[in-house]
């Protein structure tokens, strides 16, 4: 957070408003590039992260889908005990990286690793629910 100073105390600035409304104080006493370009690069990074964020989702949504299909089907519950497994892996880091709230600036390689890890968590998760659902 950005430095305030009060008489002769430094404290830090506890607003609760994003340091990129306040780019000057809040990163350019480390960072020496222009404003415009700083804010660039988060938005980047921003931006990359959302779209894997979205491809976690797909993810996701696709393997509830599968699970689903597969009850309907007549799947038992033991057949689908794996794709529930595989599922909560991979929503338990997509909630990871989503609640965390800075959509990947803090950290942006762990976040894609995390998303990474669970889009492949519900693809697989996916894939075993096919597996689980009864042929026809
Ligand atoms: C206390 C010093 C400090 C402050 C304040 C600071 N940063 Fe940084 N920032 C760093 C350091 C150190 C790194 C890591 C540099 C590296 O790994 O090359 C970094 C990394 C970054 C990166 C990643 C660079 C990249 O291209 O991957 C961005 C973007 C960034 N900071 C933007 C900001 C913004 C925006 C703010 C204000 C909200 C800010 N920083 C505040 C020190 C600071």
């Known amino acids: 957070m950005a430095y305030e100073r009060t008489g002769a105390v430094k404290v830090s600035d506890h607003w609760l408003r994003s340091p990129l409304t306040n780019i000057n ?10 404003e415009k370009e700083l804010l660039a690069r988060v938005e980047l990074i921003q931006d990359r992260t959302a779209a894997l964020k979205q491809s976690t ?3 996701l949504t696709d393997a509830i889908d599968a699970i689903t299909a597969a009850e309907k089907a007549g799947a038992s519950e033991e057949s689908l005990k794996e794709a529930r497994h595989r599922y909560r892996r991979a929503s338990m880091r997509w909630d990871f990286v989503s609640s965390e709230n800075s959509m990947g600036f ?13 889009i492949d968590f519900g693809r697989q998760a996916q894939y075993e629910a096919l597996r689980a ?3 026809r």
């Open 133 to 135: 659902t009864p042929a």
């Open 106 to 118: 803090h950290s942006s390689q762990e976040a894609a690793r995390i998303y990474a890890n669970a």
């Open 57 to 59: 989702e797909k993810a």
């Open 25 to 34: 104080k809040a990163c350019q006493t480390c960072h020496r590039q222009e």
